[in-house]
Protein backbone atom coordinates (compact mmCIF):
# COMPACT_ATOMS: atom_id res chain seq x y z
CA UNK A 1 0.00 0.00 0.00
CA UNK A 2 1.29 3.72 -0.07
CA UNK A 3 1.32 6.23 -2.90
CA UNK A 4 3.89 9.10 -3.60
CA UNK A 5 3.11 12.83 -4.99
CA UNK A 6 5.50 15.85 -5.03
CA UNK A 7 4.38 18.95 -1.97
CA UNK A 8 2.75 21.03 -4.77
CA UNK A 9 0.21 23.01 -3.41
CA UNK A 10 -3.73 22.11 -3.93
CA UNK A 11 -5.49 22.96 -7.00
CA UNK A 12 -7.07 26.69 -6.78
CA UNK A 13 -11.35 26.58 -5.69
CA UNK A 14 -10.94 27.31 -9.31
CA UNK A 15 -9.59 23.87 -10.64
CA UNK A 16 -12.02 22.06 -7.95
CA UNK A 17 -15.45 21.33 -9.53
CA UNK A 18 -18.58 20.84 -7.78
CA UNK A 19 -18.55 16.88 -6.17
CA UNK A 20 -21.37 14.79 -6.03
CA UNK A 21 -23.11 13.62 -3.04
CA UNK A 22 -21.16 11.05 -0.66
CA UNK A 23 -17.59 12.24 -2.77
CA UNK A 24 -14.65 11.43 -0.36
CA UNK A 25 -11.33 12.57 -1.05
CA UNK A 26 -8.93 10.09 -3.45
CA UNK A 27 -6.28 10.11 -1.17
CA UNK A 28 -8.52 8.67 1.31
CA UNK A 29 -10.04 5.77 -0.61
CA UNK A 30 -6.28 5.17 -1.97
CA UNK A 31 -5.13 4.54 1.25
CA UNK A 32 -7.92 2.07 1.62
CA UNK A 33 -8.16 -0.04 -1.43
CA UNK A 34 -6.06 -1.53 -4.28
CA UNK A 35 -6.24 1.89 -5.85
CA UNK A 36 -3.49 4.82 -6.30
CA UNK A 37 -4.93 8.27 -5.90
CA UNK A 38 -4.92 8.90 -9.87
CA UNK A 39 -6.90 5.69 -10.37
CA UNK A 40 -9.64 6.72 -7.80
CA UNK A 41 -10.29 9.92 -9.72
CA UNK A 42 -10.02 8.19 -12.92
CA UNK A 43 -13.11 6.46 -11.34
CA UNK A 44 -14.66 9.48 -10.22
CA UNK A 45 -15.01 10.36 -13.92
CA UNK A 46 -16.68 6.45 -14.75
CA UNK A 47 -18.83 7.27 -11.26
CA UNK A 48 -19.86 10.48 -12.62
CA UNK A 49 -21.26 9.25 -15.96
CA UNK A 50 -22.86 6.36 -14.40
CA UNK A 51 -24.48 8.99 -11.42
CA UNK A 52 -25.98 11.76 -13.41
CA UNK A 53 -27.62 8.86 -16.22
CA UNK A 54 -30.74 9.04 -15.02
CA UNK A 55 -30.92 11.57 -12.14
CA UNK A 56 -28.72 14.11 -11.91
CA UNK A 57 -27.64 13.98 -8.47
CA UNK A 58 -24.56 12.00 -8.44
CA UNK A 59 -25.45 8.58 -7.04
CA UNK A 60 -26.39 5.27 -8.45
CA UNK A 61 -29.95 4.26 -7.72
CA UNK A 62 -31.82 1.18 -8.39
CA UNK A 63 -34.40 2.54 -10.97
CA UNK A 64 -36.14 1.80 -14.22
CA UNK A 65 -35.95 4.64 -16.30
CA UNK A 66 -35.80 5.26 -19.69
CA UNK A 67 -31.83 7.09 -21.15
CA UNK A 68 -31.44 8.97 -24.06
CA UNK A 69 -29.22 7.65 -26.40
CA UNK A 70 -26.72 10.92 -26.54
CA UNK A 71 -25.79 9.76 -22.66
CA UNK A 72 -22.36 8.90 -23.78
CA UNK A 73 -19.92 9.43 -26.43
CA UNK A 74 -19.30 6.10 -28.04
CA UNK A 75 -15.68 5.72 -26.37
CA UNK A 76 -16.93 6.37 -23.03
CA UNK A 77 -20.06 4.13 -23.37
CA UNK A 78 -17.44 1.01 -24.93
CA UNK A 79 -14.84 1.59 -21.81
CA UNK A 80 -17.91 1.40 -19.39
CA UNK A 81 -19.62 -1.23 -20.92
CA UNK A 82 -16.27 -3.38 -20.88
CA UNK A 83 -15.94 -2.53 -16.77
CA UNK A 84 -19.29 -3.20 -15.75
CA UNK A 85 -19.92 -6.32 -18.25
CA UNK A 86 -17.59 -7.43 -16.66
CA UNK A 87 -18.35 -7.13 -12.87
CA UNK A 88 -21.62 -8.57 -14.23
CA UNK A 89 -23.34 -5.37 -12.47
CA UNK A 90 -26.53 -4.71 -14.65
CA UNK A 91 -28.54 -2.36 -12.21
CA UNK A 92 -30.82 -0.13 -14.04
CA UNK A 93 -28.80 2.72 -13.58
CA UNK A 94 -25.35 0.45 -14.57
CA UNK A 95 -27.31 -0.99 -17.54
CA UNK A 96 -29.08 2.09 -19.27
CA UNK A 97 -26.46 4.32 -19.30
CA UNK A 98 -24.08 1.59 -20.90
CA UNK A 99 -26.34 -0.74 -23.28
CA UNK A 100 -29.77 1.65 -23.00
CA UNK A 101 -31.55 -1.66 -22.55
CA UNK A 102 -33.27 -3.47 -19.59
CA UNK A 103 -34.21 -7.30 -19.09
CA UNK A 104 -35.97 -5.95 -15.91
CA UNK A 105 -35.02 -7.74 -12.82
CA UNK A 106 -32.25 -10.07 -12.47
CA UNK A 107 -30.97 -11.58 -9.37
CA UNK A 108 -27.69 -11.57 -9.75
CA UNK A 109 -27.42 -7.94 -10.92
CA UNK A 110 -29.95 -7.31 -7.95
CA UNK A 111 -27.11 -9.06 -5.39
CA UNK A 112 -24.21 -7.42 -6.82
CA UNK A 113 -25.73 -3.89 -6.08
CA UNK A 114 -26.74 -4.90 -2.53
CA UNK A 115 -23.26 -5.57 -2.08
CA UNK A 116 -22.10 -2.44 -3.42
CA UNK A 117 -24.74 -0.34 -1.19
CA UNK A 118 -22.68 -0.55 2.07
CA UNK A 119 -25.13 1.69 3.45
CA UNK A 120 -28.01 0.01 2.38
CA UNK A 121 -29.92 3.10 1.68
CA UNK A 122 -31.19 2.51 -1.87
CA UNK A 123 -28.12 4.05 -3.34
CA UNK A 124 -24.43 3.28 -4.27
CA UNK A 125 -22.56 6.51 -3.48
CA UNK A 126 -18.59 7.68 -4.78
CA UNK A 127 -16.96 5.82 -1.34
CA UNK A 128 -18.90 2.64 -1.74
CA UNK A 129 -18.40 2.36 -5.67
CA UNK A 130 -14.53 2.63 -5.14
CA UNK A 131 -14.13 0.53 -2.28
CA UNK A 132 -16.21 -2.35 -3.86
CA UNK A 133 -14.49 -1.93 -6.98
CA UNK A 134 -11.07 -2.39 -5.22
CA UNK A 135 -11.80 -5.77 -4.39
CA UNK A 136 -12.15 -6.64 -7.99
CA UNK A 137 -8.45 -4.63 -8.40
CA UNK A 138 -6.24 -7.09 -9.72
CA UNK A 139 -3.97 -6.59 -6.69
CA UNK A 140 -6.87 -7.21 -4.45
CA UNK A 141 -6.02 -9.63 -1.43
CA UNK A 142 -7.53 -13.14 -2.37
CA UNK A 143 -8.99 -13.23 0.74
CA UNK A 144 -11.18 -10.14 0.06
CA UNK A 145 -12.41 -11.46 -3.53
CA UNK A 146 -12.83 -15.14 -1.76
CA UNK A 147 -15.12 -12.84 0.88
CA UNK A 148 -17.07 -11.20 -1.38
CA UNK A 149 -18.47 -13.78 -3.40
CA UNK A 150 -19.42 -16.24 -0.31
CA UNK A 151 -21.44 -13.46 0.15
CA UNK A 152 -23.07 -13.29 -3.33
CA UNK A 153 -24.18 -16.61 -2.98
CA UNK A 154 -25.30 -16.24 0.57
CA UNK A 155 -28.70 -14.67 -0.90
CA UNK A 156 -30.51 -15.09 2.62
CA UNK A 157 -27.37 -14.11 4.73
CA UNK A 158 -27.39 -16.63 7.07
CA UNK A 159 -23.71 -17.45 7.10
CA UNK A 160 -23.57 -20.24 4.38
CA UNK A 161 -24.37 -21.23 0.94
CA UNK A 162 -27.44 -23.70 1.14
CA UNK A 163 -28.41 -25.64 -2.56
CA UNK A 164 -31.39 -23.49 -3.38
CA UNK A 165 -29.65 -20.33 -2.60
CA UNK A 166 -26.39 -21.79 -5.24
CA UNK A 167 -28.95 -22.86 -8.03
CA UNK A 168 -30.93 -19.98 -8.06
CA UNK A 169 -27.52 -17.78 -8.72
CA UNK A 170 -26.59 -20.55 -11.53
CA UNK A 171 -29.77 -19.41 -13.25
CA UNK A 172 -29.49 -15.81 -12.84
CA UNK A 173 -25.70 -16.02 -13.88
CA UNK A 174 -26.92 -18.02 -17.19
CA UNK A 175 -29.80 -15.45 -17.91
CA UNK A 176 -28.04 -12.52 -17.41
CA UNK A 177 -24.68 -14.00 -20.09
CA UNK A 178 -27.63 -15.16 -21.97
CA UNK A 179 -27.37 -18.88 -22.19
CA UNK A 180 -29.28 -21.85 -21.34
CA UNK A 181 -28.95 -24.69 -19.97
CA UNK A 182 -31.61 -27.78 -19.01
CA UNK A 183 -33.20 -27.92 -15.57
CA UNK A 184 -30.45 -31.34 -15.20
CA UNK A 185 -27.39 -29.13 -16.16
CA UNK A 186 -27.95 -26.63 -13.55
CA UNK A 187 -28.75 -29.57 -10.95
CA UNK A 188 -25.52 -31.34 -11.74
CA UNK A 189 -23.44 -27.89 -11.72
CA UNK A 190 -25.14 -27.49 -8.35
CA UNK A 191 -24.80 -31.04 -7.39
CA UNK A 192 -21.22 -30.91 -8.17
CA UNK A 193 -20.20 -27.97 -6.39
CA UNK A 194 -21.36 -29.31 -3.55
CA UNK A 195 -20.06 -32.70 -3.32
CA UNK A 196 -16.28 -31.01 -3.56
CA UNK A 197 -17.58 -27.90 -1.12
CA UNK A 198 -19.85 -29.88 1.32
CA UNK A 199 -17.08 -31.05 2.95
CA UNK A 200 -18.88 -32.32 6.44
CA UNK A 201 -22.29 -33.52 4.58
CA UNK A 202 -24.83 -31.23 6.28
CA UNK A 203 -25.91 -29.61 2.88
CA UNK A 204 -24.98 -26.28 3.13
CA UNK A 205 -21.26 -24.67 2.96
CA UNK A 206 -19.81 -22.83 5.81
CA UNK A 207 -16.80 -20.06 4.92
CA UNK A 208 -13.91 -22.18 5.95
CA UNK A 209 -15.90 -24.86 3.45
CA UNK A 210 -16.06 -21.81 0.97
CA UNK A 211 -12.53 -20.83 1.28
CA UNK A 212 -11.11 -24.59 0.68
CA UNK A 213 -12.81 -24.93 -2.33
CA UNK A 214 -12.01 -21.96 -4.07
CA UNK A 215 -8.33 -23.01 -3.13
CA UNK A 216 -8.56 -26.07 -4.97
CA UNK A 217 -10.83 -24.33 -7.64
CA UNK A 218 -9.20 -21.53 -8.40
CA UNK A 219 -11.60 -20.66 -11.40
CA UNK A 220 -14.30 -20.12 -9.09
CA UNK A 221 -13.02 -16.47 -8.71
CA UNK A 222 -11.96 -15.71 -12.49
CA UNK A 223 -14.51 -13.03 -12.59
CA UNK A 224 -13.49 -11.62 -9.26
CA UNK A 225 -10.37 -9.87 -11.46
CA UNK A 226 -10.51 -7.33 -13.55
CA UNK A 227 -7.46 -6.09 -15.42
CA UNK A 228 -9.05 -3.69 -17.14
CA UNK A 229 -9.32 -1.46 -13.45
CA UNK A 230 -5.25 -0.92 -14.01
CA UNK A 231 -6.10 1.03 -17.25
CA UNK A 232 -8.52 2.81 -15.75
CA UNK A 233 -6.39 6.63 -16.04
CA UNK A 234 -6.00 5.66 -19.62
CA UNK A 235 -9.48 5.14 -20.23
CA UNK A 236 -11.02 7.84 -18.61
CA UNK A 237 -7.86 10.84 -19.06
CA UNK A 238 -10.08 13.55 -18.13
CA UNK A 239 -9.28 13.03 -14.38
CA UNK A 240 -6.08 14.80 -15.08
CA UNK A 241 -8.33 18.32 -14.97
CA UNK A 242 -9.84 18.22 -11.86
CA UNK A 243 -6.29 15.98 -10.40
CA UNK A 244 -5.59 17.24 -6.76
CA UNK A 245 -2.26 15.44 -7.74
CA UNK A 246 0.23 17.19 -9.21
CA UNK A 247 3.30 15.57 -10.66
CA UNK A 248 1.81 12.20 -9.38
CA UNK A 249 4.15 8.80 -9.55
CA UNK A 250 2.14 5.77 -8.29
CA UNK A 251 4.08 3.26 -6.29
CA UNK A 252 2.61 -0.25 -6.57
CA UNK A 253 0.60 -1.31 -3.83
Not at 69 to 80: H, Y
Not at 157 to 174: D, F, H, Q, S, W
Request: glycine content about 4%.
Amino acid sequence: MGCAWSSSPSPSPSKREQRAQGYEEPAVLAAETSFTVNEVEALYELYKKLSYSIFKDGLIHKVVEVLPTTAMDPSSKTACSRLIRLLGSCQEEFRLALFRTSKGANLFADRVFDLFDLKRNGVIEFGEFVRSLSIFHPKAPESEKTAFAFKLYDLRGTGYIEKEELREMVVALLDESDLCLSDSAVEEIVDNTFSQADSDGDGRIDPKEWQEFVKKNPASLRNMSLPYLQDITTTFPSFVMHSEVEDYTGVSK
